[in-house]
């Protein structure tokens, strides 16, 4: 069969076609179908299966974090006791309200244990946070750098919670050039609030 033979093919009458040109159409109709099934059907089912396949794959990463979450519960919870436990230790360490006095009479001796004299202990008004307050102390003494070291040493080393604050060094204002440096710094200590407006 040549290109010839194409234009005598009757339409009509496919069964009395060579062979070749039957099995020729019968690819071509085979072809088509499969591409309108394609285009039609697969296609859509395709792009369904990406998206489960997708899903899939989000389902598994949250079951592993469940799962790895889960396999860790008494670890975490081991450790949520020992925050709690961390926790209410360091709340021990903020004094209540009858405290208060106490720490800066600690704070002051501690200043005169180091050999420094006091030209400025006032505490300030006590800043409210979240669950505590804070209450600053505005501090201004004279002495060298040792005695400055061995009070912040002597503050950090008191059993309740007190941080020190913009500290400023500078020297005495002295006619000499000589004679003591005097530090300005501001001491905070924090007493905790309870919830429910319930102050310690």
């Known amino acids: 069969m040549n290109l010839s033979d194409i234009n005598d093919l009757d339409f009509n009458n496919i069964g009395s076609w060579p062979t070749v040109a039957r099995a020729v159409l019968i690819g071509i109709v085979f072809v088509a179908v499969l591409g309108l099934g394609y285009w039609f059907d697969t296609q859509n089912q395709l792009d369904e299966l990406r998206r489960a396949q997708t899903h899939e794959t989000e389902l598994k990463h949250v079951f592993e974090t469940k799962a790895a979450k889960a396999a860790n519960l008494k670890a975490y919870q081991a450790q949520l006791k020992d925050m709690r436990h961390s926790f209410g230790a360091m709340l021990r360490q ?107």
């Open 94 to 200: 903020l004094p209540n309200k009858t405290e208060v006095a106490d720490l800066l009479v600690d704070i002051s001796q501690t200043g005169l244990a180091s050999g420094l004299h006091f030209e400025l202990f006032k505490p300030q008004a006590e800043v409210p946070k979240d669950f505590y307050a804070e209450l600053p102390i505005s501090i201004r003494v004279r002495g060298d750098y040792h005695e400055f070291g061995a009070f912040v040493s002597g503050v950090a080393a008191l059993p309740r919670i007190v941080t020190i604050h913009d500290i400023r060094i500078t020297p005495a204002k002295d006619k000499s050039g000589q004679g003591p440096l005097v530090m300005q710094l501001t001491a905070k200590t924090y007493r905790y609030i309870e919830q429910g407006g319930n102050q310690k």
